[in-house]
């Protein structure tokens, strides 16, 4: 059972770069989500799907873009990456069409942008 | 939007004893609260949750009481083992997001 699938595990881009995280799942869940995870914060949402073709913002996605043209697959793409994002990032997905039921979370991107 | 606020934000117990960690939340239309264990270099992974129309929940040497009243929820663990060494999280859910607090990093000294 892989479940939630990130790649890559770590990056390092500069200033300005542009990068996609990739997220998939295997258990045909219809909500999934990023999000990033910073000392002391928590992990705070990005933006979220509760299904192909459907994306939403969460409470921080400046800087970002998302978009699920399968059930599986959920990128996150940074446009022009910034000190700022450096983070670790999490995907998660959870059945039904919300976070109201077990979340699975992937491993985690950790992105370091210098 | 939802805030939810976690305590302790570290937390030491001899091994054998309890740990109890507590939240906050500040919207009363929330209905889900979930506890999240994060160990090292992996990602968060459920260990108990908490729907708004019961009390309280036990599993094994976990617990987790919710008073709507008070919009508080908290975790209990008993009996602590080294393994239980980690992050802990709460979150809340509203309309489907979940918003989660800070974590506690708990410790357990053998």
């Known amino acids: 059972n892989a479940g939630v699938t990130q790649t890559p595990k770590f990056q390092v881009l500069k200033t300005g770069q542009s990068m996609t995280l990739q997220c998939a799942q295997d258990?045909?869940?219809?909500?999934m989500s990023w999000y990033r995870q910073d000392p002391g914060m928590g992990l705070r949402l990005i933006h979220y799907s509760v299904g192909a073709g459907i994306t939403d913002q969460g409470e921080v996605p400046n800087g970002y873009n998302v978009s699920r043209s399968t059930t599986e697959d959920f990128p996150l793409r940074l446009l022009s990456a910034a000190p700022s994002q450096t983070s670790v990032y999490f995907c998660?997905?959870?059945?039904?069409?919300?976070?109201?039921?077990?979340?699975?979370f992937g491993q985690g991107t950790r992105l370091t942008v210098v | 939007g939802e805030n939810v606020e976690q305590h302790p934000s570290t937390l030491s117990v001899q091994e054998g004893d309890s740990a109890v960690i507590k939240c906050t939340y500040s919207d009363s239309a929330s209905n889900y609260f979930p506890w999240y264990k994060q160990e090292l270099g992996k990602g968060p992974q459920l260990i108990i949750d908490?729907?708004?129309?019961?009390g309280e929940k036990k599993d094994q040497r976990i617990a987790v009481t919710l008073n709507k009243t008070a919009k508080h929820f908290s975790l209990h663990i008993t009996e602590t083992q080294p393994e239980d060494s980690a992050v802990y999280f709460c979150a809340a859910s509203i309309r489907g997001k979940l918003t989660f607090g800070t974590g506690t990093r708990l410790t357990i000294i053998p």
């Open positions: 908490i729907r708004s129309n019961v």
């Open positions: 998660a997905s959870s059945s039904g069409g919300s976070m109201n039921t077990e979340a699975f």
């Open positions: 258990m045909n869940h219809e909500y």
